[in-house]
């Protein structure tokens, strides 16, 4: 009997197929979702599809190139990354930030308009990782008191000032979950979840607007010509689309229903669209790259390998679990993107540069020996080695 024949060989194949079929879904629906807005603003339904596939054209170039080059090169770069990422959300927040909706998020550069924020994730990934991983590598311990910590507060106030709370969380909680991950004192996770909480009510309550967000999540029908408003047209089209949905570009939600059709709620016009069927098929690759991306991480030659796979996972999966969990209503709106599914350049850029990263990884576990064992697996072996207490031994 033969063999079924496999669709990758190694987790790095895995983790840039399932990419590359989340994006080609993406394409998709940013067309399905966004014409109807692109003919309205722009006078050209075709306006965000074509700036959707340069993105990704160029995000395909720079991610192949990362992909090629051994990630431990990226080592030093993070410094600069991140200060140049600062000084761009301090111009965006305080100076010449493009204003929309009541919010400084994004600055022009010409014709090309980016927003900092979204480079700010990957930074922190790589500030985070930079410093964590010689820790893992010598088993040196853990704390959450030290610099890459402070750096994710201040860069999460700076955008929270913009504002925005959702990416300013995502920002935060990235650097936290490594730090967890890393194996921070049960003392410190204590003061961490006790800490988190107390802020979180500080900042809901600080402004009216997240209040009220908050009881439309607990209640949107209440709240449906409001702030419940877009919870309650994301419900309304992930329902009406049914098993097989009504098909490609025969949604309504689009027609100025549903708010941010493209980039925010594209979840749920993929649901309207495609149907339960077609949710599903996303989820489940979303699940495959997820534990494609962990095997990675697992295979990883040292520690900051292990890191940034981690904090790469957790950018993609992690904000992908967010986004749909608020489209379906099971946490607040907020402004975090479906990756490679919802429009927007910048995003797109830094998940794909990230995606390069993870890849090079996988690339160069793939070399070792064995490929199961970690770098701290290969530590503690040395560790329960007899050492001879009068010095090295002569040969």
Not at 3 to 8: D, I, Q, S
Not at 28 to 52: C, T, W
Not at 250 to 263: I, R, V
Request: proline share 4%; hydrophobic share 50%; aromatic share 10%.
């Amino acid at each position: 009997m033969d063999k079924v024949p496999k669709l990758w060989t190694n987790p790095a194949e895995a983790v840039f197929f399932t990419a590359g079929v989340l994006l080609l879904i993406g394409t998709v629906n940013i067309f399905s979702a966004s014409f109807v807005l692109g003919g309205q603003l722009f006078h050209d339904s075709y306006f965000f599809i074509k700036r959707h596939i340069a993105s990704s054209a160029v995000g395909f170039i720079i991610m192949i190139i990362v992909a090629k080059m051994d990630y431990r090169r990226f080592r030093g770069e993070w410094l600069i990354l991140l200060t140049l990422t600062v000084i761009c959300l301090l111009v965006a927040v305080h100076y010449g930030g493009v204003d929309a909706n009541g919010a400084r998020r994004w600055l022009k550069l010409g014709t090309i308009q980016f927003q900092p924020s979204e480079i700010a994730k990957l930074a922190i990934i790589m500030l985070s990782a930079a410093y964590l991983g010689p820790k893992i590598d010598r088993q040196r311990p853990v704390t959450l008191f030290s610099w890459p910590v402070a750096a994710a507060l201040v860069i999460g106030g700076l955008v929270l000032r913009q504002p925005d709370m959702g990416t300013a969380a995502v920002i935060v909680g990235l650097s936290l979950f490594l730090f967890l991950m890393a194996g921070i004192p049960r003392r410190e996770i204590t003061i961490l979840f006790a800490g988190g909480a107390a802020m979180a009510v500080f900042f809901i309550q600080a402004a009216a607007y997240r209040a009220e967000r908050i009881a439309a999540w607990f209640d949107p029908w209440s709240y449906q010509q409001t702030t419940g408003y877009q919870t309650v047209q994301s419900l309304l089209a992930i329902g009406s689309g049914g098993p097989f949905g009504m098909g490609l570009g025969m949604g309504a939600s689009k027609f100025h229903y549903l708010p941010e059709a493209h980039t925010d709620f594209a979840f749920a016009v993929l649901c309207q669209e495609m149907g339960f069927v077609g949710a599903l098929l996303v989820l489940g690759v979303l699940a495959v790259f997820g534990w494609y991306a962990v095997k990675i991480a697992c295979r990883a030659v040292d520690g900051y390998g292990l890191t940034l796979a981690l904090g790469i996972t957790a950018l993609i999966v992690g904000q992908a679990a967010g986004n749909i969990a608020m489209v379906v209503g099971l946490l607040p709106v907020t402004g975090v993107p479906l990756p490679f599914i919802s429009f927007g350049g910048t995003s797109l850029l830094v998940n794909m540069v990230a995606l390069g990263l993870l890849i090079s990884i996988g690339r160069q576990a793939s070399g070792k020996t064995d490929p199961d064992s970690g770098r701290r697996e290969r530590l503690q072996r040395s560790r329960r080695r007899p050492v001879n207490s009068s010095g090295p031994t002569s040969a």
